[in-house]
């Protein structure tokens, strides 16, 4: 654990971003808030983007991302002593305000203490609970000073049962609008690839038990797939993933996709296959047609199966059709659904038939337009200001 220097003058803010994209989320208003008061101390859980910020961190995101129901039993005691060590450095460190950031089994659970010390709590990216745990609003009404969502629908929910949500734009969309791109010919031909073959761009996901899962289907479908059409590949490989884990099934595969960003995957390819998560909805907003896969342990599937509500899971069919619509911007292929066979099939449907992708990005054009222009991190900045 890192030691804390010396306490400056100025005020102090605890911040709890469990996860990579939770940490990127949090860096912008943490920054913004910096510029306009740079004393303020900030302390808590985080990733490199906070820490390059000078967040003293206790924990990194790449101890805390724990995905599925039997993998976080399986680190409860290590959790536990997260916990622990969190609860009594902000006894000792008496922040003037909290920043909890999506993470919700942990942040839900460090709300209530920080409550019942006086602190207030400003939840930023709330816990999915128009999907699953909707229990969990009776702890965001008692222990959520401030909660601040990213998705317009998120304010209806929440007032039904009582609670008053601030819309604040969607932090994927900001981060988005700040990048910039070389013309396609010229990323193709620093690339080495030949531009009349049809790019697919593979998102494996951000977490180890993600890519042992659906990796290896990917390049089975990409194998499948370069069989029947022209066509390359683009992996967008995670920063915080040892590149070993990514060339041991690249090399059992016999595909040789070409390494780059994500987000150059989501630029230039012509479809992309994707894992759910964030990526889909970043894929959204560069209106590329996707198909979104998922798939975990048998018995992940069978509890999530009886837990979560909703008939889509990618956040590209919520936010383009709707929380509880049957209805499918783009396609999803779940569990066993989730092989090399079906895969490729669904990747050719669109691959090769130009009308249903044109009318794919058409509908994932609208649907980025739900999401916003806002800053959400100057929004979330001006809350922290006001605790502050």
Known sequence: MMQFQQPTCGKTLFVLAGEVSGDLHAAGPVRMLLEQAPDTKVFGVGGRKL???????????????????????????FLRKVIRELKAAIVREKPDAALLVDYPGMNLHLAAFLKKQGIPVIYYISPQVWAWKERRVEKIR????????????EVEFFRRHGIEAEFVGNPVVEELAEMEFPPKPQFLEKMGIDPDARIIGLLPGSRRQEIEKIFPEMLGAAKLIQEKAKTVFLLGKSSHIDPALYERHIRDAGVEPFDCTSYE???????????????????LCFAVPMVVLYKTSPLNYFIGKRLVKLNNIALANIVSCGLLSEKQAVPELIQHEANAENISRK??????????????????????????????????????????
């Not at 000078?54 to 039993?73: C, N, P, Q, R």
């Not at 222990?143 to 629908?153: A, H, K, P, T």
């Not at 995957?265 to 894929?283: C, I, K, N, P, R």
Request: aromatic share 8%; net charge negative.
């Open 51 to 77: 820490a390059e910020l000078g967040a003293e961190l206790l924990y990194t995101t790449d101890e805390m991302s724990i995905m599925g129901f039997v993998e976080v039993l399986k680190q409860a005691p």
């Open 265 to 283: 995957v989501m630029q230039y390819s012509d479809l992309e296959l994707v894992t759910s998560g964030t990526a889909t909805l970043e894929s």
């Open 142 to 153: 008692a222990y959520v000073d401030r909660l601040l969502v990213i998705f317009n629908f």
């Open 347 to 388: 990747a050719l449907d669109i691959l090769c038939n130009e009308p249903v992708a044109s009318a794919m990005r058409r509908e994932l054009q609208e649907a980025r337009a739900r999401l916003s222009s806002d800053s959400p991190s100057r929004h979330v900045a001006a809350v922290l200001l006001e605790y502050l």
